[in-house]
């Protein structure tokens, strides 16, 4: 079965850019949406089609699909992006989930 | 504004069944692919199943295929999750979403979750 893989954790400064990376087997042929998740919340998808952002999502928010590598950069990232994130495709017809990121912003 | 109301969350014990429920807010969402998503405790997100827009297509995960049964009644614009032969490890939140119908689609919408517990 297909697998997304993600670093379980990152940790920026405020201010600095985030890239959150989800790597997978020839990635770039698949597209690659992101979702952000604060505790106690529902999932909110932040970027769609690798590089789509949703019109209610800051442009800080940008992503990137190349090679087995898709990424999620958050420039001059804020306290308030603090949360876990987590990549999604689609192989097979299944849907596959990445284990999450949790981004700390201190 | 689109939204989506899950219901149906309890505790049952291992080897019973719950059927849980997604109310959609307008008939527009009854076009679309909807799923279900859980999340176990302290754990990430695990997608469950998907229908498709006229309720004739669906596709499972292979941890619930064969036990969990997907279903729409467009009429009553309710997505419907049967769970049958719960075991613990089915112990999550569990998220109503629309999208899940193909390699371009989005869940662009969440449900607030229902919490299902697996325990004797």
């Known amino acids: 079965s297909y697998e997304l893989t993600q670093p379980p954790s990152l940790s920026v400064s405020p201010g600095q850019t985030a890239s959150i990376t989800c790597s997978g087997y020839?990635?770039?042929?698949?597209?690659v949406n992101w979702y952000q998740q604060k505790p106690g919340h529902s999932p909110v998808v932040v970027m769609y089609?690798?590089?789509k952002r949703p019109a209610d999502i800051p442009e800080r928010f940008s992503g990137s699909n190349s090679g087995n590598t898709a990424t999620l950069t958050i420039s001059g990232t804020q306290a308030l992006d603090e949360a876990d994130f987590y990549c999604?495709?689609?192989?097979?017809?299944?849907?596959?989930f990445g284990g999450g990121t949790k981004l700390t912003v201190l | 504004e689109e939204q989506l109301l899950d219901s149906g969350g309890d505790l049952v014990q291992p080897g019973g069944s719950l059927r849980l429920s997604c109310a959609l807010s307008?008939?527009?969402?009854?076009?679309?692919?909807m799923s279900w998503v859980r999340q176990a405790p302290g754990r990430g997100l695990e997608w469950v199943a998907s229908?498709?827009?006229?309720?004739?297509?669906?596709y499972y995960a292979g941890s619930v295929k064969g036990r969990f049964s997907i279903s729409r009644d467009n009429s009553k614009k309710t997505i419907f999750l049967q769970m049958n032969s719960l075991r613990a490890d089915d112990t999550a939140v569990y998220y109503c979403?629309?999208?899940?119908?193909?390699?371009?689609?989005?869940?662009?919408?969440w449900g607030q979750g229902t919490m299902v517990t697996v325990s004797s």
């Open positions: 979403a629309k999208g899940g119908g193909g390699p371009s689609d989005v869940f662009d919408i």
């Open positions: 307008r008939v527009s969402l009854t076009a679309y692919a």
């Open positions: 229908v498709g827009g006229s309720g004739t297509v669906t």
């Open positions: 020839k990635l770039d042929d698949k597209y």
């Open positions: 089609e690798d590089s």
């Open positions: 999604q495709t689609w192989d097979s017809n299944t849907v596959v």
